[in-house]
């Protein structure tokens, strides 16, 4: 079928069992939004296509928890859930006395690290979690950052970032983002890191005139194939120029980083790469730079009133 110009695989809900519906209905989709409004269209979009008993609720994860019980009374999964997807809030700020005990990551307010901690917390064991977050997540040095990709790295497996290009959240936000793909459970090996330069829709201001070049299906396939693709890296020859769109790095590497998780950091350079660099490439890389070093003034004014209240 054919979708904003460009042509989707149709699923497989139409062969769906009566059971397999069921579950579909009633016990596969959850969700949370502080906003009403938020809560209203979500839960209205679902009910149109079939899922009136998703539960979409009215309810801010960092500042309230469930104990076990009233997760049953809700009818939400206890043990944590298969998959988390996610596209969180970047660059918001939550109260620090209200933030609950169970997302706290040092002394950050920041909701793009909470809400990442949250959902570490929310997956049951071998679960999935793929979540966009704001570059700065990935190579942030503030001691909540590079404690939150330690517990990322040591306590889960990452098995990929995907850096995508700057503006695909146009005319929304023009913020520089990854997607970042982890399991619950184990440490890390290593990390696969995917770059894509297109997405298939031209990256101008509004972000929605379809062109020819997306990398997003080659780059998929290369993930689905991360072990046959591994193999393949591992055997390269490291002085050999290094076309591909995609590459590893071993969990020590990413540790003698800091937990360094961007795509760029562990790029095989070559002489072409050096001279063709995109320029919005770096202007992206500037610009959460300047996004860290705001969050970092904003962390230390924090420290110096609590200082002058005591």
Known sequence: MELDGKKHKRGLGDKLSAAQTSALQSATFYGNDVDPKMVRLAT????????????????????????????????????????????????????????????????????????????????????????????????????????????????????????????????YSGVKTSVLFFRKGGSTENVLFLHADNDGYKLDANHDSPIETDDLPGLAAVYREKEENFATWRVRDPDAEWTAQWWFADAAAVRTNDFNLSAGRYRPMSQSAVEHRDPRVLLDELAAIEAEIVEEVEALKAVLSDLSNT
């Open 44 to 171: 209205m979009n679902l009910t149109l296509r079939g899922l009136a008993n998703v539960r979409v609720r009215l309810r801010n994860v960092l500042t309230t928890n469930l104990d076990n019980e009233k997760k049953e009374q809700l009818g939400l999964p206890a043990e944590g859930y298969h998959v988390v997807l996610a596209n969180p809030p970047f660059a918001g700020r939550v109260d620090k006395d209200r933030v609950v005990e169970e997302v706290k990551v040092g002394t950050s307010t920041a909701t793009e690290l909470l809400f990442l901690k949250y959902m570490m917390d929310n997956l049951r064991p071998g679960g999935r979690c793929g979540v966009i977050v704001p570059e700065g997540v990935l190579f942030g040095s503030t001691g909540a950052h590079k404690e939150l990709r330690r517990q990322l790295i040591e306590n889960n497996r990452v098995e990929a970032v995907l850096s995508l290009p700057g503006g695909v959240f146009q005319p």
